[in-house]
């Protein structure tokens, strides 16, 4: 539920020891946007500490979480290889530390170290593999069903993510989820 990857985020500390001017540090208050969808953005980040989702909003105000990124996980990544606008907002939900890194300094990287190449690569197909199971599963099982697989990948996740986060990442209304709370307790 809560995606992380410590291989990516030692090495990028690694990097950051070689090259410290390659990597910024910012640091980002609860609920505060850290890229927002359809924007053009010229850095990418990862995640130093700390929790973020990643959504994409419709043209109703709804949002799908896609999924809640920690310790390790990048994103913006795909708009470097795109050249597209950001696809998603990502908004921190605690308090969350960053390495914000240029695309000119990202793609000098990739270009020039084969093992940061390999662990974006790595990072970026456990993020495409991840989707179809979880998307197949939430469409699969019923909320209640959804709901016991989040608490084993989560115990504590009701102290963590709000409900209406919960209810967005799985695609739900806010009253179905209280309801499958309800059934489940």
Known sequence: MIRTDIDFLEYVEKINERHPD????????????????????????????????????????????????????EFGELEVFSGNLSYCSIEAINHVEVYKISYTHYTTLLDSDPIFNKLVIRSMAKKIGYKAPRHSFQQSYSIEANLIKIKELCPNFENIFSKNDISNYLGITLRSLNRALKNIS
């Open 22 to 73: 390659f990597f910024q540090k910012e640091k980002h208050s609860p609920k505060s946007i850290i890229l927002q969808q359809n924007k053009r953005y010229h850095h990418l980040y990862i995640i130093k500490k700390g929790i973020t989702k990643c959504y994409l909003s419709d043209e109703n105000g709804k949002d799908f979480i896609q999924e809640f990124l920690s310790e390790g996980m």
